[in-house]
């Protein structure tokens, strides 16, 4: 089974202060479009605590999300927690989580691991939403679900407004924010690391696909909507080789696994 992308496989490097890509903003990018969604990507931290990160100890590496309350376009994101996080009772250290967001933020819902880490190693992590609950996978294998709408799998954990212990509920929507690698909305936290093979699907692949995916690198064609193989190396763009989703890139550079 691979530990990483192939060796001499393009990927971006970002050093955790201000960088990142931008792809501008289309339903195609949205679970909203489908009502669900698969995120695939492959990424290497090379530092397991981050220069620039959100109050709570964590950075975004991918998000699609800018601004919150009454005008809010949240819609899902990728984290990390520092390792050394001390906001979080119990601590997190170096949780890997996705989560789904009504539009004006606040508390989502999302699925996680969190696993010894070494920086400079390679993780493949999947994170799917089926219109129930969403999953994460690390390495090709299943790790945990969780229920943001009724009627999910009994499995799948449930979570509550801690103030009013209502059951949480996610409605995803269509939001203006662009999709960013490295980072979410660009503002107080950054990815230090590298990231490959991006890949964005408008269904909840099954397990065995992601297996799959991660054993062979070919991801199926049934409902791909976008794919950042980052197989450029060089200049400011990054091409969507399953669609017409071209981004631009902020700062980051060019390697290889």
């Known amino acids: 089974m691979p530990s990483g992308p192939k060796p001499g496989d393009a990927c971006l490097v970002f050093n955790g202060d201000g960088q990142y890509v931008e792809i501008p903003s289309h339903?195609?990018?949205?679970?909203?479009?489908?009502?669900?969604?698969?995120?695939?990507?492959?990424?290497?931290?090379?530092?397991?605590?981050?220069p620039r990160s959100e109050g709570s100890g964590y950075v975004y590496w991918l998000g699609k999300g800018e601004n919150s309350g009454d005008a809010g376009d949240q819609e899902f994101a990728l984290r990390m927690y520092n390792h050394d996080n001390t906001r979080e009772k119990p601590p997190r250290p170096n949780r890997i989580s996705g989560y789904l967001f009504n539009p004006s933020g606040g508390?989502?819902?999302?699925?996680?691991?969190?696993?010894?880490?070494?920086?400079?190693?390679?993780?493949?992590?999947?994170?799917?939403?089926?219109?129930?609950?969403?999953?994460?996978?690390?390495?090709?294998?299943?790790?945990?679900?969780?229920?943001?709408?009724?009627?999910?799998?009994?499995?799948?954990?449930?979570?509550?407004?801690?103030?009013?212990?209502?059951p949480l509920i996610i409605q995803p929507q269509y939001g203006r924010a662009p999709l960013r690698i490295g980072t979410k909305d660009a503002r107080s936290s950054f990815f230090a690391g590298a990231i490959s093979k991006v890949r964005l699907w408008n269904r909840a692949l099954s397990p065995s696909e992601v297996s799959g995916l991660y054993s062979s690198d070919d991801g199926p064609r049934a409902g791909l909507v976008a794919e950042?193989?980052?197989?450029?190396?060089?200049?400011?763009?990054?091409?969507?080789?399953?669609?017409?989703?071209?981004?631009?890139?902020?700062?980051?550079?060019?390697?290889?696994?």
Request: net charge negative.
């Open 27 to 50: 339903p195609d990018l949205s679970p909203a479009k489908t009502g669900a969604f698969t995120l695939s990507a492959w990424m290497r931290a090379d530092a397991l605590n981050f």
């Open 107 to 166: 508390l989502g819902v999302g699925s996680f691991f969190q696993d010894e880490l070494a920086p400079g190693s390679w993780i493949h992590v999947v994170f799917s939403a089926d219109g129930r609950a969403t999953s994460i996978y690390r390495d090709g294998a299943f790790r945990r679900c969780d229920q943001y709408q009724p009627g999910g799998e009994p499995r799948c954990a449930r979570h509550f407004d801690p103030g009013t212990h209502v």
């Open 228 to 257: 950042f193989l980052f197989n450029e190396g060089a200049g400011v763009a990054v091409h969507d080789t399953a669609g017409s989703h071209h981004g631009e890139i902020h700062g980051a550079a060019w390697g290889a696994a």
